[in-house]
């Protein structure tokens, strides 16, 4: 086993970043979980004879959760780049992360 030295960052500011960019991917991705699950309780509630009315609501409802799973897997997708960067800014040079 090779030992290597403990890189510091250079100011507390840069792990403050990166753990701040890793709660709102994490956040985000928690989201994303939730709605995708939402969304598939919701198809369920298709194949269940229920009025016309009611439909109506669970379309709608389908419908927002598409768009919020949509928009919470781009900002998922956002903060795990920033998330890479901050992290790449916190390994020794030469070393991937």
């Given at each position: 086993m ?21 709660l ?74």
């Amino acid at each position: 086993m090779q030992r290597r030295l403990q890189v510091l960052p250079e100011s507390p500011q840069q792990v403050r970043d990166f753990l701040i960019a890793q709660l709102r991917w994490e956040r985000y991705r928690a989201s994303r979980m939730v709605l995708v699950h939402l969304l598939a309780l919701s198809a369920v509630c298709f194949w269940l004879p229920i009025p016309e009315g009611p439909r109506a609501a669970v379309a709608a409802a389908s419908a927002a959760c598409f768009l919020g799973a949509l928009f919470a897997g781009m900002m998922e997708w956002r903060w795990g780049r920033e998330r890479n960067r901050h992290a790449g800014a916190l390994s020794p040079p030469g070393e991937p992360h």
